[in-house]
Nanobody, 122 residues
Framework: QVQLVESGGGSVQSGGSLRLSCANSRNTYVNYCMGWFRQAPGKERERVAIINRDGSATYADSVKGRFTISQGDAKNTLYLQMSSLQPEDTALYYC????????????????WGQGTQVTVSS
């Protein structure tokens, strides 16, 4: 069983920055697909950013140019650097990962962290 643990959330003012981290109990993300999701109160969960099979990144339109997903050099931590934060970015942020994809090449994302809260005030 893979356990993911997020950290780095907090409260910031509009325009501020935060960096979220996600540690993997297997101590490696090599051969994993991974990503960040968020869910605001009363809203559906939204995919924020993922690292694709070829190593490229895909971002939600709402965060393009402001958020960056990356892995640490040791490939055992997933990061989400968030800049120019806005109140609409307020949500519980989750990291997710898996080693397998479906028949369409989409990561199964069976493993999820418990979430870390990000609150942005105006």
């Amino acid at each position: 069983q893979v356990q993911l643990v997020e950290s780095g959330g907090g409260s910031v003012q509009s325009g501020g920055s935060l960096r979220l981290s996600c540690a993997n109990s297997r101590n490696t993300y090599v051969n994993y697909c991974m990503g960040w999701f968020r869910q605001a109160p009363g809203k559906e969960r939204e995919r924020v950013a993922i690292i694709n099979r070829d190593g490229s990144a895909t971002y939600a339109d709402s965060v393009k140019g402001r958020f960056t997903i990356s892995q640490g050099d040791a490939k055992n931590t997933l990061y989400l650097q968030m800049s120019s934060l806005q109140p609409e970015d307020t949500a519980l942020y989750y990291c997710a990962a898996d080693r397998f994809y479906d028949t369409y090449g989409v990561c199964l994302f069976r493993y999820w962290g418990q979430g870390t809260q990000v609150t942005v005030s105006s």
